[in-house]
């Protein structure tokens, strides 16, 4: 399978997800530049975490108006699978590609720790056989998911609300919401289920000596449905 | 022709940094300062243009990039 990271000035996990696609699965992964408009054909697309053009304006508000996404939107209007992992979903919320905002966290502080987040919702393909809870590294500062009445109602009646903050045993509880984001919302997809955007790193806990290897679950379940329909 | 676009968070939207501030400014002494609100301002310089075509230029940078109206709003002023 054939994945394409993208690297905006200030991206820092573009390494760590092109790692986990040739090292950890042994597939084929390779960074596209913002500045480039070709994606070289892959059939998913990874936005990495980090600090694209250093936060300024809003968290990935520049990054969506570099030119490689115009290629992202195009491929993901064709279907195509997409996840966004921390800033890489702010990127896909300023896009318009997802819907709502990422906000100061209500706690004021940059979190970096690990969370435990319930797969919800409908399948993408990003989770689809991902069942119950993973326990991922979280680290922002503005992660507070954010958006109107309208669009959350909307959200969870279609099942796209796709992670959810919890305790360990899946409880979902403003105990368990690091960020103070609107239904202890981790993770979103679009429309179509194939845009996928989530504040947590699961290319940050994809092989056990790194934690408990549980992010790699994502990773294989876009390889069971793109990997597989080749 | 000067321009400026105030960009402020919705009301309902919380500010966790004006609510830090509004804490900070009672710490000195200033505990009459309750709801404080932070937001941006962006002066843009446009040339020699009419004070209209000004608005609209402003309206529409504020409307596509200064402003995201998820979380925001904003006012535009030529002066």
Same mark, same amino acid.
């Given at each position: 399978m054939r994945f394409a990271v993208v690297s905006f000035p200030g991206s820092n996990c573009d390494d760590d997800c092109v790692r986990v696609a040739t090292e950890v699965l042994g597939e084929t992964a390779w960074k596209v530049r913002h500045d480039e408009r070709d994606l070289r054909r892959p059939d998913v697309v990874l936005l990495p975490g980090g600090f694209s053009y250093g936060d300024y304006l809003r968290c990935g508000a520049i990054a969506s108006l570099s030119p490689v996404m115009e290629a992202v939107a195009a491929f993901a209007r064709a279907g195509g699978p997409v996840l966004g992992i921390c800033n890489g979903f702010q990127v896909l919320t300023e896009s318009h590609l *997802?819907?709502? /905002? *990422? *906000?100061?966290? /209500?706690? *004021?502080?940059?979190?970096?720790?690990? /969370?435990?987040?319930?797969?919800?919702?409908?399948?993408?393909?990003?989770t689809a056989g991902v069942q119950g809870v993973l326990r991922l590294p979280i680290a922002h500062n503005e992660g507070r998911y954010h958006a109107d009445a309208d669009t959350l109602a909307r959200l969870e009646g279609e099942g796209r609300v796709v992670f959810r903050y919890c305790g360990p045993d899946g409880t979902v509880s403003d105990a368990f919401n690091p960020n103070g984001a609107s239904a202890n919302i981790a993770g979103i997809c679009n429309e179509g289920g194939n845009v996928v955007g989530m504040m947590p790193h699961p290319e940050r806990n994809a092989e056990p000596l790194l934690g408990n290897g549980q992010g790699r679950a994502l990773f294989d379940a876009a390889l069971r449905l793109v990997g597989g329909a080749r | 022709m000067k321009g400026r676009v105030t960009v402020r968070l919705k009301p309902d939207v919380l500010d966790v940094e004006g609510k830090a501030v509004s804490g900070a400014l009672a710490r000195l002494g200033f505990d009459d300062a309750h709801g404080v609100r932070v937001g941006k301002v962006f002066e843009v310089e446009l040339g020699d243009v009419d004070p209209a075509v000004a608005r609209e230029r402003l309206e529409a940078m504020a409307r596509k990039l200064l402003a995201n109206p998820v979380m925001e709003t904003f006012s535009v002023e030529v002066e």
């Open positions: *997802l819907p709502g /905002a *990422l *906000l100061r966290n /209500a706690g *004021l502080k940059f979190i970096c720790e690990d /969370a435990h987040v319930r797969v919800d919702g409908r399948p993408t393909p990003f | -």
